[in-house]
């Protein structure tokens, strides 16, 4: 069976073993969908044969590789080719130690991965002839420039199987190096350096590397081994350190040296007790860098013997292929590898012909790794790397894993603190059934979280002001991963770089100070109760001490958290529909580069410009052609200036005050709308009784209330304005406009303030649950979109739900929806001045967001729905949404019980849609579907014959605080 392909796996065409390539870009990981991909390339892409070129074309355009293929770079190739991953293999996949994998992507159980195992095939150094008379060491790739190749007998054979463990990287420091100068931590961004080059004749210059060019066509920075091609002139003004020039010498030869002359350094943190926040120079030169100040940070260094548990974690090189690397004991390494074996030869290059520099430098062919992986249960096994597969659901806010901290949702307020709250139990994590969502916890009776949070805000946000665990001396409980708050702020996994801020393992404590590194360290274990092994990878003497949680503040993230991406709009939770002129959160649309493709041998490309100049043209968004309402043109120009009107905007707007007859078409769809074909009739809410249904849009005489979020925003008195304002709402009162299960309301002394309250359509998460929306019709309007403010209740107290309920649906309110101009969409998918409606953003919202898998709602991922490996992701959001909309219904009716003033209430001038939706004896009695409905779900769930699917069945986890969910619904009936 041919396994699943992931971005990083090193891939061999299944009929050629020895080609090797690297996965850039697969159908399912949307990270890597940057639109227009060529654009960053040297030369352009091919594609196998097999592809079509309408595919290849789509692909060159959205970055998207169609299903079934992926984009591989193969070694030696200078272009990148995309081909279907049924003519690979896979040799290896790269994993690091803090990565999360699952055996299978159908597995609720998950692992991380605290060791890594890998072997490598190595090449020595080689023998290369220069234009017939010249010999050099060294190394070459697959495409050596002319007059340069390898001698007949003088390419060593390869050794084969050497642990990683016994190399270290052979240069440094590199791009992405971590390094200490004073009392900081930065990563290094660019290193400029000289070379020294061992030439034909023996002598030896230093040159400049932006002098030389690989003999190979490489471009990047040059390392020992390597046979750099320059210039008699470079030679002539070169440093000579053997020899001096002579115009004979052909300007080639082995670079023997790498000189670092200066990094440029992104300073990250500061040892904790430093006085000074001043950050060293980002530029450090070669006095800075031979100082006794200036250190690198070697992941790779352990303890002579590592003390504790078996789960500490072992950083080695990350292999890649055509690295170069040094035996850290070449001596013994002689003796291990002496030819009597299988596994080859070591052979070593005397410095004596060599000048006195040390060219014995290795560079690796091929590896495959094997991992320790510590499992949910708190099992640990020993696996291949391609028999696991990266976890989808890295992102569930309900995971947990063992070692973790976490605590109880209920919080309490401090004596006298009202803006200071904390949890009833703070515990540890000691192991987790995933398929149950349930862990054991191990509670610290001792530990103290503190929350800051806002009285005046609606949304449930709080922020870490203090935390301490302390020991973890409790009970075992079993507890609903759904009744449990993992802080971020509190919690480390391995791999982690470290400050510390007490000095715990040595008598006296304290911060450490600067000398001898030890305010620096990484994780290597997170132990079940509740401290931490961090190694002090930059001291003299290596060693794993042990650490209380509170007293370590993360300063880099093994899993890149707060890496910043380039491309990708907004916070990543976000979606690209195709539906006319409505997109959720997506990717934008940066144009159509014209680049060429090629086919699978390499050697021909299609000419194809003509093709895509029609289709750009097909994708440019048409001139538009305004009109008024008579069918009369505009010109643009009367558009944005909003100086036009028609014979019915004369009138006073008669129409605007509170219809007496309901709507009488079931139509979701308004006049002049296009409604998406997500929505539809059989998704919407109960069928009304006419009677006495509240009406779907009335305009109140009342005040507008202080929980409106634009309240406070100013009314423009501008003829203009209005008039448009006065059309938005005369396009929403037109009888069948407004869909089933929308209710609106505005003020007749703001008529720019609008609230919106969504009933959620069946069969979907969100069913029978209430969701409001405010509107704002800005000055500007329309040449700016409405502004819209969703309010995430919180849930009450040890109901469970924490949590966005759409990846669009922001806890802060924010909603992403390109009609709303917080989000880049497509041509055409944006608000338009002359085209784009109110009306059609709530459409919008009920069709796009308020959907039966709101999973595939995050950023680019439309190419995941229908993957094996989405569907339990998919599962888990749904359930954990279904959770939340139930709690929004409790928040609801317990607001209209509630008869005092409370701020943010956000139901004022919905008060009669949701009584006769919820309670009324004549109406839908939405509260007695709710909770049928959910009586169902879990009967069907606690019976355990199906899988969870997040929307008929759920786990048992969730099960938990959905029956007390339950109970508080039927005392609300």
């Not at 994590?429 to 009776?445: G, H, L, T, Y």
Request: aromatic share 6%; charged share 30%.
């Amino acid at each position: 069976m041919d396994r699943p392909l992931y971005t990083d796996d090193v891939v061999a065409r299944k009929t050629n073993d020895n080609q090797l390539g690297v996965i850039e870009r697969t159908h399912a990981d949307v990270d890597t969908h940057e639109p227009h991909p060529e654009r960053q390339e040297g030369e352009p892409i091919k594609h196998d044969r097999e592809i079509s070129q309408a595919a290849f074309r789509k692909f060159q355009r959205d970055g998207v590789p169609p299903k079934g293929t992926v984009l591989v770079r193969w070694e030696g190739k200078e272009s990148a080719q995309l081909i279907p991953e049924a003519k690979l293999n896979v040799v290896d996949r790269e994993l690091l130690v803090g990565d999360v994998v699952k055996k299978d992507v159908r597995d609720a159980m998950s692992g991380v991965v605290i060791n890594t195992f890998t072997k490598c095939t190595l090449q020595p150094m080689c023998d290369i002839k220069y234009r017939d008379n010249h010999v050099l060491k060294g190394l070459l790739g697959p495409y050596p420039s002319p007059g340069i190749r390898y001698t007949a007998t003088g390419k060593p054979s390869l050794v084969i199987d050497v642990p990683a463990s016994e190399l270290m990287y052979a240069e440094s420091p590199d791009d992405e190096s971590l390094v200490i100068y004073k009392d900081w931590i930065g990563r290094v961004e660019a290193v400029t350096s000289n070379i020294a080059l061992l030439l034909a004749d023996g002598c030896v210059v230093d040159i400049g590397d932006e002098l030389a060019e690989h003999a190979d066509g490489e471009v990047d920075a040059f390392v020992v081994g390597d046979i750099a091609l320059t210039k008699k002139g470079h030679l002539r003004t070169g440093r000579w350190i053997f020899g001096q020039y002579t115009p004979n010498t052909p300007p080639v030869g082995t670079v023997v040296q790498v000189r670092t002359l200066s990094i440029e350094v992104s300073w990250l943190q500061r040892r904790i007790g430093c006085l000074s926040d001043v950050e060293p120079p980002a530029l450090l030169e070669r006095e800075e860098l031979e100082s006794e100040h200036f250190h690198l940070y070697d992941k790779t260094r352990r303890p002579s013997r590592t003390p504790g548990s078996s789960t500490v974690s072992n950083s080695e090189i990350d292999a890649q292929l055509s690295l170069r690397v040094r035996f850290k004991d070449l001596a013994g390494a002689c003796v291990k590898y002496d030819g009597s074996t299988s596994k080859g030869k070591v052979p070593r290059i005397d410095r004596q012909s060599t000048r006195g520099y040390d060219i014995n430098l290795f560079e690796v062919v091929r590896f495959h790794t094997n991992v320790s992986v510590q499992w949910q249960d708190l099992s640990i096994t020993e696996e291949r790397t391609i028999n696991l597969v990266p976890d989808a659901s890295i992102d569930d806010e309900h995971a947990a894993w063992p070692g973790e901290i976490v605590h109880t949702h209920d919080m309490a307020h401090l004596p006298d603190m009202p803006t200071v709250e904390q949890p009833s139990k703070v515990g540890v994590v000691q192991s987790v059934n995933a398929a149950e969502r349930m862990a054991k916890i191990k509670w610290a009776p001792e530990a103290v979280i503190h929350y800051t949070v806002d009285a005046d805000e609606d949304t449930g946000f709080k922020s870490l002001l203090t935390g301490a665990v302390g020991s973890t001396t409790g009970e075992v409980e079993d507890v609903s991963l759904y009744d449990i708050e993992a802080p971020a702020a509190m919690n480390v996994r391995r791999g982690d770089i470290v400050l510390i801020a007490n000095k715990t393992w040595t008598a006296g404590g304290g911060a450490p100070g600067p000398e001898d590194q030890e305010w620096l360290g990484e994780i290597v274990d997170t132990c079940l109760d509740g401290t931490l092994t961090v190694r002090l990878g930059a001291a003299t003497t290596v060693q794993d001490v042990n650490v209380r949680r509170e007293d370590v503040v993360v300063a880099i993230r093994s899993d890149g958290t707060g890496d910043i991406d380039d491309w990708e709009g907004e916070d990543g939770f976000d979606e690209l529909l195709d539906g006319p002129e409505v997109a959720l959160n997506g990717s934008g649309d940066l144009g159509v580069w014209h680049g060429q493709g090629g086919s699978d041998d390499g050697d021909e490309f299609d000419d194809y410009d003509d093709e895509m100049d029609s289709e750009e043209d097909e994708d440019e968004e048409p001139e538009a052609k305004y009109e008024d309402e008579n069918g009369q043109p505009m010109d643009e120009d009367e558009v944005e200036n909003e100086d036009w009107e028609s014979e019915d905007d004369d009138d006073e707007m008669p129409d605007l005050i509170p219809q007496k007859t309901p709507p009488t078409s079931h139509s979701a769809t308004p006049p002049d709308t296009e409604l998406p074909k997500d929505v539809t009739e059989t998704e919407q809410a109960p069928t009304s009784n006419p009677a006495t249904e509240p009406d779907q849009y009335i305009v109140l005489d009342v005040a507008v209330p202080a929980s409106h979020h634009y309240a406070k925003e100013p009314f423009v008195e501008n003829a203009t304005h209005m008039k448009r304002v006065q059309k938005e709402h005369k396009i929403v009162q037109k009888p069948g406009a407004i869909p089933k299960g929308v209710y609106v309301r505005t003020w007749e002394s703001r008529l720019d303030l609008i609230r919106v309250i969504f009933i959620g359509p069946t069969d979907t998460p969100y069913q029978d649950a209430p969701f409001v929306i405010d509107f704002y019709l800005p000055p500007q309007f329309p040449s700016e979109p409405p502004q819209a403010y969703f309010h995430s209740w919180p849930a009450d107290r040890g109901l469970g739900g924490v949590g966005r309920v759409n990846p669009n649906l922001y806890e802060d309110g924010k909603i992403c929806l390109s009609l709303l101009g917080t989000w880049e969409g497509n041509k055409g998918e944006g608000w338009n001045a002359s085209r784009s409606t109110l009306l059609q953003v709530i459409v919008s919202l009920l069709g796009l967001v308020l959907v039966r898998e709101p999973y595939f709602n995050e950023a680019g991922y439309e190419p995941l729905a229908g993957l094996e490996s989405s569907k339990r992701p998919s599962a888990l959001y749904s359930e954990t949404t279904y959770l939340r909309a139930r709690t929004f219904v409790i928040t609801a009716l317990s607001r209209l019980q509630d008869d005092s003033d409370l701020p943010g209430r956000s139901l004022e001038g919905l008060e009669d849609a949701v009584r006769w939706l919820y309670w009324a004896p004549d109406g839908p009695r939405l509260v007695d579907k709710v909770v049928l409905n959910l009586e169902e779900v879990l009967k069907r769930s606690e019976a355990g014959d199906a899988e969870p699917d997040g929307l008929t069945v759920m786990s048992k986890g969730v099960c938990i605080p959905l029956r007390r969910v339950l109970e508080r619904l039927r005392q609300l009936q």
